[in-house]
Nanobody, 124 residues
Framework: QVQLVESGGGLVQAGGSLRLSCAASGRTFSGYTMGWFRQAPGKEREFVAGIRRSGGNTYYADSVKGRFTISRDNAKNTVYLQMNSLKPEDTAVYYC?????????????????WGQGTQVTVSS
């Protein structure tokens, strides 16, 4: 079992930046693949970014590639999502997810654990 707590969301103007953090507690953090998803009102939860256990491989949705960066600090049990050049369409609740497997899945049902989410609102 692992518990996830997101922070860092807020209101930002288009073109601005935010950094989300997800602190994990429970079992060994380095044993989990980590990811970020988001869900806008009326839409399904969608994959944003994922990072393998060692941090050596990262994956991104096409919509955020080149603007968002996922990273992890296994010593601090934390995964980050640096979001630059934010757009109004990035507005959503952002969720941190953990998976005990090796793959980085874009389907939310494949992930084992979820945080409570943090709201990101980008104004135009």
């Amino acid at each position: 079992q692992v518990q996830l707590v997101e922070s860092g969301g807020g209101l930002v103007q288009a073109g601005g930046s935010l950094r989300l953090s997800c602190a994990a507690s429970g079992r060994t953090f380095s044993g989990y693949t980590m990811g970020w998803f988001r869900q806008a009102p009326g839409k399904e939860r969608e994959f944003v970014a994922g990072i393998r256990r060692s941090g050596g491989n990262t994956y991104y949705a096409d919509s955020v590639k080149g603007r968002f960066t996922i990273s992890r600090d296994n010593a601090k049990n934390t995964v980050y999502l640096q979001m630059n050049s934010l757009k109004p369409e990035d507005t959503a609740v952002y969720y941190c997810a953990a998976d005990a497997g090796l793959g980085v899945y874009t389907i939310s049902s494949r992930w084992d654990y979820w945080g409570q989410g943090t709201q990101v609102t980008v104004s135009s």
